[in-house]
């Protein structure tokens, strides 16, 4: 019998979660069955369960490939010299989160896709985990870029690098929140507006 390469290994466990993630970002997770799976992909049951147990099993699978998405997206754009602004890095991790790695298809689809990751979180002690180091890595990278803002003299001395971190972060996830919900949110409202408030000066209290 022929060994199967394991080019052929891979591009079939590509296939596998590609039509998952259609599925999930079309139906969401719940009303998402494994035979919905299969017929997207166009498999057997026996080719898919080689690859995955179930459907929380592929959920993590799209999560892990997600995040690392983004993790890959955002110190490939940290690395530029000098370090972009927190609008422009932003903007940058956005656009390539949603035109080059994107689950589900692109735009509002791959938003709603990574929405459920975040709630079914709240239910898979795996997924829930996951999510937590992946979190907690891009917060520490967040506050290392604060740290070298700071050290360039463009952040104040008195702004915690941690909640810079932090703050951005939710700008994300709030930009992928409203993508979500509304559809038609650009990136570009995301950059001008966080170049805005960059810009705001307390007034002078004579």
Not at 93 to 102: G, K, Q, S
Request: hydrophobic content about 45%; glycine content about 10%.
């Amino acid at each position: 019998m022929a060994r199967v390469s394991q080019e052929h290994l891979d591009a079939r466990r590509r296939q596998i979660i590609d039509g998952a993630a259609r599925c999930f970002a079309r139906n969401g997770f719940h009303a998402t069955s494994m035979q919905d799976v299969l017929s997207e992909v166009g498999l057997s049951a026996g080719a898919v369960y080689r690859y995955f147990r179930g459907k929380d099993e592929l959920i993590v699978a799209i999560a892990e490939e997600a995040f690392g998405g983004v993790r890959a997206a955002f110190y490939e754009a940290a690395e530029a010299t000098p370090v972009p602004t927190p609008d422009i890095l932003l903007s940058r991790l956005l656009r390539r989160l949603f035109e080059e790695l994107a689950p589900g298809g692109g735009g509002r689809a791959s938003a709603g896709l990574i929405i459920q990751v975040w709630t079914e979180a709240l239910r898979n002690e795996r997924l829930s985990g996951m999510l937590d180091g992946a979190f907690a890595d891009m917060r520490g990278a967040w506050a290392r870029l604060a740290d070298a803002y700071r050290d360039s003299g463009i952040l104040r001395a008195d702004v915690a690098s941690e909640d810079l971190a932090q703050t951005l972060m939710a700008a994300a996830q709030g930009f992928i929140a409203q993508k979500a919900l509304f559809g038609d949110v650009d990136v570009r409202v995301l950059e001008n507006g966080l170049r805005g408030l960059m810009s705001m000066q307390l007034p002078k209290i004579s």
